[in-house]
């Protein structure tokens, strides 16, 4: 079997996701990733994982500590050194 180019893959799994979520019954949700995972070759564990990592927020990155006291600030802004 020829294998889909990443285009086409995710073209494919953007159908396959639409499915996805709107299937009430597990056996459906199954049945829709087994034949993913047969046409394209893709793990199915990697599968579940890009069908649900577009739902997840994405982890807000945490702000540094300011370690310069007042009197620093104005000459790091002013280029003085």
Known sequence: MERMDMHSRNEYLKVIKESYFKAKVRKERTQLLDEYCRNTG????????KIHRAVLKPK???????????Q??????????
């Not at 893709?42 to 994982?49: D, E, P």
Request: net charge positive; proline share 3%.
């Open 42 to 49: 893709q793990s199915r564990k990697y599968v579940i994982w």
């Open 60 to 70: 807000q990155r945490k702000k540094r500590k300011e370690i310069y006291d007042g």
């Open 72 to 81: 620093v600030k104005p000459l790091i802004k002013s280029g003085a050194g």
